[in-house]
């Protein structure tokens, strides 16, 4: 589902425009996002949780001249789903 998507079923649900609907889940993801770059974690209730972790660096090998190349730590967000989320995902 994309995020369009994700707004034309709020908009539908909850009897608004679309354009005001795109525009709370805009809000909601800029308010993640602000929340994750703080060091934060996110969770939403029977969803899961959203936090910032720093992945190692690491040597890689280029495909093509088998060089090793080293890449730097990076930040990413890892997601831990709810209980409620992986029953709903089982049936």
């Known amino acids: 589902m994309t995020q369009s998507q994700f707004a034309k079923a709020i908009a539908k649900e909850f009897f608004l425009p679309q354009v005001d609907a795109a525009a709370i889940l805009d809000s909601i993801l800029a308010h993640m ?53 992986l029953k709903a995902k089982r049936r």
């Open 33 to 85: 996002t602000d929340s994750l770059q703080k060091g934060e974690w996110v969770y939403f209730k029977d969803f899961g949780s959203f936090t910032k972790k720093t992945r190692p660096g690491r040597h890689v090998r280029h495909p093509k001249t088998g060089q090793l190349i080293w890449t730097p730590p990076r930040l990413d967000v890892d997601f831990n789903p709810a209980k409620g989320l």
